[in-house]
């Protein structure tokens, strides 16, 4: 490819809304550029990135039986109400109706359309296990947009779906695509770890993430110092020190005068004593419409995540003012004692004394104890952080770290086939549920993942095996005829051997030509001069050295060539 032809010009500075050094990096190498907020267009050399890891996912997904198929991006509303998700998915879906008023979303995802064709096409015990998958557009209506391709409006995404008879049929399927996995971001130069994930709106109880551990993540990922215990914070658990009851000693409660104490903040500061001391209580509202309260320590922070679980709803919906009088509450100084509601209390709420709102206007309650003032269901609620026990082995402290997620699995068994009675004729005759999975891979998202994590002060430093181009031949002066001669000469040559060759013929300064092959990245930069040419030999760099050879041009094109099959793949 002549690079005076290229679609698409580097910018030898970022425009100022990009957010992190891969997103930067990506504007000003001419990789994908902006359409709208969330939505990117792949430039030719980004195109090609794109696809080779498409390639590099495909061959694992192969390699383990599975088989692709597409399915359409704008799909019926009549399966997702079927499965509830049309509510549930309300706030960041896209939505449509045609001439004739039907719904459609855009795709958020495919489980319920594979589930629909599995019910078609599997009609029997004998046709599994089943993986399928393909490539497919998903659309995603984000309030906040970030980062170039981590957080987008439409993406790519290869999402799978395995079929099994139960759940050791399933576990075999999880495992394989575990491991389908790890090779996948091993070969794209990704160093991804697996962490325990909340399955959100996928449904099901087991699922894990791909983290790939970067300060431009937005995730936040809990990581033991003594074990291999690793979980997203959605998910993520502490170790509790056994709980008994110590009523004898702690005085009865007493009420006491808060007059305009309203917060964890203004009880700290008035009652002088730390927030731990203190129960924080929350009224919400559970996917029925149903009041709950929850209370925590009031040195913790809820986890959103998982009350959504809890509540069984997609949305943490906070009570209003008729729902506080029902409960026999007062905003502000709400408290477990006497609440008529159903009460959820956090397991970090210990077997003491707390101070807790005494649901009266300007007044709390001292020496509050679970199990004698209140009773309620122990539930994990709470955010952990850094330092808390970690809940596998109880030895080692929790660190929180950032990452990016560029793939997640999930174990959601009957979830899907419950709901859309899809059934298969089972080896007993009878009719029984699909057991199933589902595993995606952003694509974009892993392409700038890639960057953040392979980058120095000049520009990108693309991994071989997914880079845009193998070889960046660069002709200095282009307009020296030998130059030219020779250099269009090596790139004949080294394209009938194979090799991938962006060729710099731009008329262009050589500080120019350097300064842009390293910025795009392309692995190894060979330099056809008028002054290596009077000695017979070519430059040759690889974008990750510091160092540069000659090596002699009669041999050049079959030792690059050599250099590129030495690449992993």
């Not at 000003?28 to 195109?47: C, D, M, Q, S, V």
């Not at 959100?200 to 087991?206: C, F, K, L, N, S």
């Not at 029925?288 to 209370?295: D, F, L, R, S, Y």
């Not at 807790?356 to 679970?370: Q, T």
Request: glycine share 8%; charged share 30%.
């Amino acid at each position: 490819m002549k690079q005076s032809k290229l679609f698409g010009r580097t910018l030898r500075e970022a425009p100022a809304e990009a957010q992190t050094p891969g997103h930067r990096l990506m504007l000003r190498a001419a990789i994908a550029k902006p359409l709208a907020a969330g939505l990117y267009t792949w430039l030719p050399l980004g195109f090609r990135v794109q696809k080779k890891v498409e390639q590099i996912i495909r061959e694992e997904q192969d390699r383990i039986g599975a088989q692709e198929m597409e399915m359409p991006v704008l799909t019926p509303a009549e399966l997702w109400k079927q499965t509830g998700r049309w509510d549930m998915l309300e706030p960041i879906t896209f939505r449509t109706k045609d001439h004739n008023g039907r719904e459609f979303m855009v795709s958020y995802t495919h489980e319920e359309f594979v589930h629909l064709h599995a019910m078609q096409e599997i009609q029997s015990y004998k046709q599994m296990p089943q993986i399928v998958y393909h490539f497919q557009s998903k659309g995603r209506d984000e309030t906040r947009p970030r980062a170039g391709l981590l957080r987008v409006r439409e993406f790519v995404m290869k999402d799978a779906y395995s079929f099994d008879v139960d759940q050791a049929g399933l576990e075999k399927s999880y495992a394989a695509e575990y491991g389908a996995y790890e090779r996948t971001f091993k070969r794209m130069g990704l160093d991804a770890i697996s962490v325990e994930s909340d399955t959100g709106a996928m449904g099901g109880d087991v699922a894990h993430e791909f983290q790939v551990l970067t300060d431009v993540g937005e995730d936040r990922i809990a990581i033991c110092s003594n074990c291999d215990y690793r979980a997203n914070m959605e998910k993520a658990t502490r170790h509790m020190a056994g709980r008994s009851a110590r009523a004898d000693g702690i005085p009865a409660r007493t009420e006491i005068s808060t007059p305009g104490t309203q917060s964890i903040d203004a009880l700290e500061a008035s009652l002088r004593q730390p927030r731990s001391a203190f129960l924080k209580t929350l009224l919400l509202r559970d996917q029925a419409g149903k009041v709950v309260a929850v209370v925590l320590p009031g040195d913790r922070d809820v986890n959103e995540a998982k009350l959504r679980k809890i509540l069984a709803t997609g949305e943490v919906k906070f009570a209003n003012d008729a729902d506080f009088a029902a409960a026999g509450a007062v905003p502000g100084y709400i408290g477990p004692v006497g609440l008529k509601t159903r009460l959820l209390v956090d397991q970090g709420v210990e077997d003491r004394a707390y101070i807790a709102g005494a649901n009266k206007k300007d007044a709390h309650l001292r020496d509050v104890l679970i199990g004698r003032d209140f009773q309620g269901e122990r539930i994990d609620a709470a955010d952990v952080r850094a330092g808390d026990l970690c809940p596998k082995c109880g030895v080692g402290t929790l660190a929180i770290k950032r990452g990016v997620e560029v793939g997640n699995i999930f174990a959601y068994g009957t979830y899907y086939s419950e709901k859309m009675n899809a059934t298969f004729l089972s080896d007993d005759g009878t009719r029984k549920p699909f057991v199933g999975g589902s595993y995606g891979i952003g694509v974009g998202r892993a392409v700038q993942t890639i960057i953040e994590t392979h980058y120095d002060d000049k520009g990108i430093m693309w991994p071989p095996q997914v880079a845009p181009y193998h070889a960046h031949v660069l002709a200095l002066p282009v307009n020296d005829d030998d130059v030219r001669t020779k250099a269009e000469a090596l790139v004949s040559d080294l394209e009938k051997r194979g090799v991938e060759v962006l060729y710099d013929d731009r008329d262009e300064s050589a500080g120019v030509k350097f300064a842009d092959a390293d910025l795009i990245g392309i692995p190894l930069r060979v330099t056809v001069s008028k002054r290596n040419l009077k000695e017979d030999a070519l430059e040759l760099k690889l974008r990750s050295a510091s160092d540069s050879e000659m090596v002699p041009l009669a041999g050049a094109g079959e030792r690059i060539a050599e250099i590129v099959r030495s690449w992993p793949r």
